[in-house]
């Protein structure tokens, strides 16, 4: 699964390699948790790329309530075509959601859990493959959530966790966002498979956490941070 990932990345080189117009407002953040707004890029009929800003935990059109969001934030890639929450997204509404890189956590034999943090080698920004919906509350008010796909471990990741996110080399953004393209994840490469990692510090494990001291090495062994959840 993923569920903490960063996006430090200076929006022109974003700009450059999503091929987006709009210059939207963007923060460095080291710790984007469920329920936040994440930056994410669709293609438009006329095959133009934009940016929106969808909550991350998507709300299935049929859901009465909008709190369920967060148990959400995952779709498996294997079964996202027969989830009645996910297979009309699957379908038609398809997006990229940019990162620089992603934690996961390794839980021990003690059952003590260590938080890695993955990223390209070249440190290069990164896509997730990702789906999204409108959600209308009784009253009429509309809320745009996503869910991010994962897959079976490769081996990058076998050996901390069994599941990882898809992530949609640069080749082929065309193909997962496009409209008419029909069952893209039978075509996809499913991503890189050089992603390098290391292990952090346990504080990321809490929402408020956040800046440059969440994504460096450390030893593993070294004492708890100040914050840490586990």
């Not at 934030?73 to 996910?86: H, L, M």
């Not at 008010?141 to 050996?159: I, V």
């Amino acid at each position: 699964m993923c569920s903490r990932f960063s996006l430090t990345t200076p929006l022109e080189a974003l700009r450059r390699l999503f091929q987006f117009q709009e210059r939207p407002n963007l923060a460095a953040r080291y710790n984007i948790t469920p329920t936040s707004q994440v930056l994410a890029i669709r293609k438009q009929v006329s095959g133009a790329y934009e940016t929106f800003r969808p909550v991350w935990g998507l709300i299935p059109p049929f859901a009465k309530e909008a709190q369920g969001a967060a148990r959400l934030i995952n779709a498996r890639s294997e079964t996202v075509t027969e989830k009645p929450s996910f297979r009309e997204a699957y379908k038609n509404q398809r997006c990229l959601v940019p990162t620089d890189g992603f934690y996961e956590w390794k839980t021990d034999s003690n059952g003590q859990k260590q938080p890695y943090y993955f990223q390209a080698p070249d440190h290069q920004p990164l896509a997730f493959a990702g789906i999204w919906e409108v959600w209308q509350s009784p009253e009429g008010n509309q809320e745009t959530s996503c869910s991010l796909l994962t897959k079976a471990a490769p081996a990058y990741m076998r050996d901390i966790h069994h599941r990882a996110p898809v992530l949609i080399n640069p080749q082929q953004f065309s193909l997962w966002t496009d409209p008419d393209s029909k069952d893209p994840l039978s075509q996809l490469d499913m991503g890189p498979e050089d992603i390098i990692s290391h292990p952090v510090g346990k504080v990321v494990g809490n929402v408020r956490a956040e800046g440059p001291d969440l994504i460096k090495p450390i030893r593993i062994g070294t004492p708890p941070q100040q914050g840490s959840l586990f």
